[in-house]
C-alpha cells in the first residue's frame, strides 16, 4: 500500500504516526525546509471549545498514545472591548508553542515518527494521483479542495503575528474586540516566556494593503507598551470542506476545514483527524462517519460567527459584559460540561428567524 502525505505539519505528522503504529511507512512531502511554521507564534486550548469533556491531554494520550506537553496552563483570560473588560480566572487551557524550536507542539509530534520527511518538495496532488494508492491532503490550504468545488467558504481574514518584548503573565491570555481595527475578529496576547509574547490582530474582508491601517489603530488605541522584535502577515481562510474523501484523496486538518471559524481553534482537531484519516485506510471505516462529530461541532461554531459579523461595538460590549457577569461565570466557567458548540443550536435557530442562516 502506498501511501504520500502532502504536509508535514501537525495533521500531516499526526496521520504518518499512527500509520507507523500500524506498520505503514508513508512518503511525506513538506514545502519548507523544516517542520514547523515560519511564524514563532503561542496558541492555546481551551476547554469550552474543546471538542472532548475529558482534559485533552489525557485525551490524546488515552485514545492516541500521544503525550504531548504544553508550554505552561491557560488559568486566566482577560477580555477587552471598546468600553467594558472582563476577566476569568480558573479557567481550563493549554498554552502551546508553535514553530521550528524544540519544544513547539509540531517538533513533539515529529519525534514520534521515524518515517523520513521529503523536504522542499511543493507537491501538486494532480501529479502524484496516479502514483499512490491513497493521497493525504494536509497542505493546510483549500487549493485542492476548491479545485473540486468541495469549499464552503465561512471567513476571510489577514493577521498581523509579532514577537514582542516586555513584562507578561505566561499563564493569561488577554484578547482585545473592536470594530475599528479588528473589524468582526480580535486581537490577542499570549506569553512565550515572562518577557516575550505573541501580539496578534486579525481582521475580516481586508486587504493585505490594509492591514497596515488597522495595526496602526490598534497599537495606538490600546497602547500596548512593548517593543516589537518581528511581524510576519498571514492571509486566513476558514470555510468547510465536503465531502473529506474524494477518490483517492483525504483532505485533514485545515486543508480538510477543521478550524472553527469562530475564534479559529484547529490544533486538536487536526491531530484528531490525521490519525482518523490513517485509521479508516487501515480498518476501511467510514471516514465520514469517523469526523462527522468534528465537523457537526464547527458548523455550529460557524452558526455564532455569523451572529458575530452582524456586531458593531456595543454588541461586543454588551457581550463582554454578559459573559463577565457572575452568574455567567459559575454557569459557564465552573461548568465541566459546558460547551460553545452547545450555544450554536440556539445560534442557528435565530440566524434562521433573522434570515442569516443560508449565509
Same mark, same amino acid.
Not at 200 to 218: P, R
Not at 244 to 253: E, K, L, R, S, V
Given at each position: 500500500m502506498k501511501i504520500a502525505i502532502v504536509g508535514a505539519g501537525i495533521a500531516g505528522l499526526s496521520c504518518a504516526y499512527e500509520f507507523e503504529k500500524h506498520g505503514i511507512m508513508p512518503t511525506i512531502f513538506e514545502k519548507r525546509r523544516r517542520i514547523g511554521e515560519d511564524i514563532d507564534f503561542t496558541t492555546s486550548t481551551l476547554k469550552l471549545f474543546d471538542r472532548t469533556y475529558e482534559d485533552p491531554l489525557i485525551y490524546t494520550k488515552k485514545e492516541y498514545g500521544l503525550d504531548l506537553e504544553p508550554l505552561n496552563v491557560l488559568s486566566k483570560i482577560i477580555m477587552q472591548g471598546p468600553t467594558k473588560k472582563a476577566i476569568i480566572?480558573?479557567?481550563?487551557g493549554y498554552i502551546f508553542r508553535r514553530g521550528d524550536i524544540k519544544n513547539s507542539l509540531e517538533n513533539q509530534l515529529a519525534s514520534y515518527i521515524k518515517t523520513p520527511i521529503t523536504f522542499y518538495k511543493h507537491?501538486?496532488?494532480?501529479?502524484? !494521483?496516479?502514483?499512490? =494508492?491513497?493521497?493525504? =491532503?494536509?497542505?493546510?490550504?483549500? =487549493?485542492?479542495?476548491?479545485?473540486l468545488d468541495l469549499l464552503t467558504p465561512h471567513l476571510e481574514a489577514f493577521a498581523?503575528?509579532?514577537?514582542?518584548s516586555g513584562e507578561f503573565d505566561i499563564n493569561t491570555i488577554k484578547m482585545w474586540v473592536n470594530t475599528e481595527y479588528a473589524k468582526k475578529c480580535f486581537a490577542y496576547r499570549l506569553a512565550h516566556s515572562p518577557n516575550k509574547a505573541c501580539l496578534?490582530?486579525?481582521?475580516?474582508?481586508?486587504?493585505?494593503?490594509?492591514?497596515?491601517?488597522?495595526?496602526? !489603530?490598534?497599537?495606538?488605541k490600546e497602547n500596548t507598551q512593548s517593543t516589537i522584535i518581528k511581524t510576519t502577515d498571514v492571509r486566513h481562510e476558514i470555510g468547510a470542506v465536503f465531502p473529506?474523501?474524494?477518490?483517492?484523496?483525504?483532505?485533514?486538518?485545515k486543508a480538510g476545514g477543521f478550524i472553527d471559524s469562530l475564534l479559529?481553534?484547529?490544533?486538536?482537531?487536526?491531530?484528531?483527524?490525521?490519525?482518523?484519516?490513517?485509521?479508516?485506510?487501515?480498518?476501511?471505516?467510514?471516514?465520514e462517519e469517523l469526523v462527522r462529530p468534528i465537523f457537526d461541532q464547527n458548523q455550529s461554531?460557524?452558526?455564532?460567527?455569523?451572529?458575530?459579523?452582524?456586531?458593531?461595538?456595543?454588541?461586543? =460590549?454588551?457581550?463582554? !459584559?454578559?459573559?463577565?457577569?457572575?452568574?455567567?461565570?459559575?454557569?459557564?466557567?465552573?461548568?465541566?460540561?459546558?460547551?460553545?458548540h452547545q450555544a450554536g443550536k440556539l445560534a442557528k435557530l435565530y440566524n434562521i428567524f433573522k434570515g442569516l442562516h443560508c449565509l
Open positions: 480566572k480558573n479557567t481550563s507537491i501538486y496532488i494532480d501529479d502524484i !494521483k496516479s502514483q499512490y =494508492d491513497f493521497i493525504i =491532503d494536509a497542505t493546510g490550504l483549500f =487549493d485542492e479542495a476548491k479545485k498581523r503575528i509579532s514577537t514582542i496578534a490582530l486579525t481582521a475580516n474582508n481586508i486587504s493585505q494593503k490594509e492591514l497596515d491601517c488597522y495595526w496602526e !489603530k490598534f497599537i495606538a473529506h474523501n474524494f477518490g483517492n484523496i483525504f483532505f485533514i486538518g479559529g481553534f484547529g490544533m486538536l482537531n487536526a491531530i484528531e483527524t490525521g490519525i482518523l484519516a490513517a485509521l479508516y485506510i487501515i480498518y476501511k471505516k467510514s471516514y461554531k460557524y452558526e455564532i460567527r455569523k451572529i458575530l459579523n452582524t456586531f458593531e461595538n456595543k454588541d461586543f =460590549d454588551n457581550l463582554i !459584559k454578559f459573559l463577565g457577569s457572575p452568574g455567567i461565570k459559575q454557569m459557564i466557567y465552573n461548568n465541566p460540561f459546558a460547551k460553545v
